[in-house]
């Protein structure tokens, strides 16, 4: 059973900073990539950030300059550094992760259950 788990979301005013971290739990064998979504209210949940095994990213343009991916293969864990933050970055931010484990040896998409960030004007 594959578990992910976010936490770091909460109350932040415009031009703030926050860190979300998302660790991975389970029968894990390797991950492919892992990465972070955000929903906002009336909004489809859109991409923010993604980071592939080796480490390469890839970031919405409303977030370039602003958001960092990072992440730690020992701990499992997929951090997000969110900068300069704006109102408009108010939303459920998901872990997503790409990864196979001892039962299903084949690449399966996982998500956690979200964190709720909202940035106050």
């Known amino acids: 059973q594959v578990q992910l788990v976010e936490s770091g979301g909460g109350l932040v005013q415009a031009g703030g900073s926050l860190r979300l971290s998302c660790v991975a739990s389970?029968?894990?064998?390797?991950?492919?990539?892992m990465g972070w979504y955000r929903q906002a209210p009336g909004k489809q949940r859109e991409l923010v950030a993604t980071?592939?095994?080796?480490?390469?990213?890839n970031y919405a343009d409303s977030v370039k300059g602003r958001f960092t991916i990072s992440k730690d293969n020992a701990k499992r864990t997929v951090y997000l550094q969110m900068d300069s933050l704006k109102p408009e970055d108010t939303a459920v931010y998901y872990c997503?992760?790409?990864?196979?484990?001892?039962?299903?040896?084949?690449?399966?998409?996982?998500w956690g259950q979200g964190t709720q960030l909202t940035v106050s004007s």
């Open positions: 389970g029968n894990i064998i390797s991950i492919n990539v």
């Open positions: 997503n992760a790409a990864l196979s484990t001892v039962t299903a040896p084949f690449l399966n998409n996982y």
């Open positions: 980071i592939t095994s080796s480490s390469s990213t």
